[in-house]
């Protein structure tokens, strides 16, 4: 939840969508290693962010795995931009633990994805210190299950916007622990 990225994201999107996408922003983590998540939550999709090396336990990538082959979405951003960082190199690592059989693959630049909502010439627009590279994706079935930025969009969604897109100087989100 740092900077708000993942708050002012759905925000936005929900005002993009004129409400039709709603999100129920809940500021706690998937402990993915419990298979509460899978059962209970059943997320339509998951968010992963990060800058470090990490590793998966033997739990957490079963359950992934089977988060993903039932039908989930991993969308991963890496927040330390392009490739060979530490965080890219060890998601590429424990995502070939999760699907072995599956590689990344570069997202086509003509992908729907980039006219959703907003027209994207080329593919991938530019991230964060004008970093642009190619989204790269795992499909299941023809379908993309793991979406992969290495643009670190997330950072750049740490300011909120206004609902004439501008950068709100105001807005300040404190998530309610009570």
Known sequence: WYGNCIYNLMLQIGRWTKGNIKAKVKPEYLKLSDREWIEVIKP???FITGHKNFTFTEAEVENLREYLMLGGCLWVDNSLPGRRSRFD???????KKVLPDRDFEPLA??????????KFQGGAPKGMNFYHEPVEVIKI???VSVFYTLNAYSDLWETALT??????AVQE???NHG
Do not use: C, Q, T
């Open 44 to 46: 339509p999709f998951i």
């Open 89 to 95: 190199m060890a998601l590429r690592r424990e995502l």
């Open 109 to 118: 630049n003509n992908h729907p994805v980039y006219e959703s909502y907003f």
């Open 141 to 143: 079935g023809g379908d």
């Open 163 to 168: 609902n004439k897109n501008e950068p709100d």
């Open 173 to 175: 989100w404190v998530p």
